[in-house]
């Protein structure tokens, strides 16, 4: 349901298959640039593009396992803050 006042079109819809490609289905945003129409890559990638907490701390595990740091080296805390902003 769409609240009073508010309006929803086609661009509404473009806007939120996109999100959901890049973000949930994780498709290649070169896959999303084309369906767009983007003529740079980094037009999809400013819109669409979101920053995944979960992710972020699984790739820094990942490096870390990578370089000999047990698992569970990475922690959620204040300090997180610090690498999304």
Request: hydrophobic letters at 40%; proline letters at 4%.
């Amino acid at each position: 349901m769409i609240p009073d006042g508010h309006r929803w079109g086609l661009h509404n819809l473009r806007h939120s298959l996109s999100n959901w490609l890049v973000n949930k289905a994780k498709e290649n945003p070169k896959t999303v640039q084309g369906i767009l129409g983007h003529s740079r890559i980094q037009t999809t990638l400013d819109l669409y593009a979101d920053e995944d907490l979960d992710e972020m701390i699984a790739a820094q595990e990942e490096f870390l396992n990578a370089v000999g740091f047990e698992s569970g080296s990475v922690q959620r805390g204040p300090w997180v803050e610090l690498w999304v902003s």
